[in-house]
C-alpha cells in the first residue's frame, strides 16, 4: 500500500509520514519545500508542489492507494501579505478532481474541532466565543466550505475533527465519536492521530463518516 501524505513537512505529516514508513507502508509526501523533508527512506517518495495549483496536485497524485490531508493554513505572522485563506477548500477541491481522474477513492482529511455551528456549540466557551470566532474565523470558515466539499464528493472520505494537537506522547486513550464534548483540556496527541488514520486507511473503517477525537485520560 502507498499512501499520499499532504503537507509532509508539518507537525502531523511528518509524524504520520514516519509512523507509516515505520509500519511498513510506502509514502509519497507532497511538500512545498523537500529541504524541510528531514526523513529518508527507501519506502519514501517526495514530491514537489503547492495544493493551490492544480497541475503540480494532479501530477503528483498517481500510483497511491489513499491520500490523507495534513494540511494547514499559513501561520499568520510567517506568511505576512501573502497568505491564502482558501487553502483547505480549494486544494480539496483540487485534490478530488485528481483522484477522480486517476479513480481513487479513499480520503482522509483532517479537519478540527470547532469547524461548523454543530462541532462548535459543543466546544468551552473561550474557544468558541474568542479563539474560533476572532481569531480563526476565515480559517475555519475555509474548513466549513471544505468539509462541505469532501461531503458531496463521491470519494470513500473519512474527516477527522480532533480537539487541540499536541507533540506530548500522553498515556491515554482516543475518543472516537461523531458528537464529542469537549473541555477547555482536550487534546489530541499527534503520534495517536497519526496512529489512527493509518489503522482507518488499512481496515477501510469509518468511511464517508465524520468523526470527532480527542485525547481520553
Ligand atoms: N494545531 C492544532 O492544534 C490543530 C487542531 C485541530 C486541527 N488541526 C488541523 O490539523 C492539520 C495538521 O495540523 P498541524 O498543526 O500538524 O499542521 P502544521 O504544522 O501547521 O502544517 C501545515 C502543513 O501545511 C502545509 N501547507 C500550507 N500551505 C500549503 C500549500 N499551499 N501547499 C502545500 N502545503 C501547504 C505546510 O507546508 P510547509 O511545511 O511548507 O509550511 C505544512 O506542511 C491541519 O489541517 C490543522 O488545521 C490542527
Known amino acids: 500500500m502507498k499512501v499520499f501524505i499532504l503537507g509532509g513537512t508539518g507537525a502531523l505529516g511528518r509524524i504520520v509520514t514516519n509512523l507509516a514508513l515505520q509500519k511498513g507502508i510506502e509514502v509519497k509526501a507532497f511538500v512545498r519545500n523537500p529541504a524541510k523533508m528531514n526523513v529518508q527512506h527507501p519506502k519514501l517518495e517526495i514530491v514537489q508542489g503547492s495544493i493551490l495549483n492544480e497541475t503540480?496536485?494532479?501530477?503528483?497524485i498517481k500510483g497511491v492507494d489513499a491520500v490523507v490531508w495534513a494540511i494547514g493554513h499559513e501561520n499568520k505572522?510567517?506568511?505576512?501579505?501573502?497568505?491564502?485563506?482558501?487553502t483547505c477548500s480549494r486544494g480539496s477541491h483540487y485534490v478530488i478532481n485528481a483522484m477522480n481522474m486517476v479513480g481513487l477513492?479513499?480520503?482522509?482529511?483532517?479537519?478540527?474541532?470547532?469547524?461548523g455551528d454543530n462541532s462548535r456549540k459543543?466546544?468551552?466557551?473561550f474557544f468558541r466565543h474568542f479563539i474560533f470566532r476572532l481569531i480563526l474565523n476565515?480559517?475555519?470558515a475555509d474548513k466549513e466550505k471544505q468539509e462541505e466539499i469532501i461531503r458531496s464528493s463521491n470519494t470513500n472520505y473519512t474527516i477527522i475533527k480532533p480537539s487541540r494537537l499536541t507533540n506530548k506522547i500522553k498515556n491515554c486513550k482516543l475518543q472516537v465519536k461523531?458528537?464529542?464534548n469537549y473541555s477547555h483540556f482536550s487534546n489530541t496527541p499527534r503520534v495517536l492521530l497519526a496512529d489512527f488514520i493509518l489503522e482507518i486507511i488499512q481496515d477501510n473503517s469509518f468511511v464517508r463518516e465524520t468523526v470527532e477525537v480527542s485525547c481520553k485520560n
Open 122 to 125: 459543543r466546544t468551552p466557551l
Open 178 to 180: 461523531h458528537k464529542l
Open 77 to 86: 505572522k510567517a506568511a505576512k501579505k501573502i497568505m491564502s485563506m482558501d
Open 105 to 115: 477513492k479513499r480520503f482522509i482529511a483532517v479537519s478540527s474541532w470547532g469547524v
Open 138 to 140: 476565515k480559517e475555519f
Open 56 to 60: 503540480d496536485v494532479s501530477n503528483a
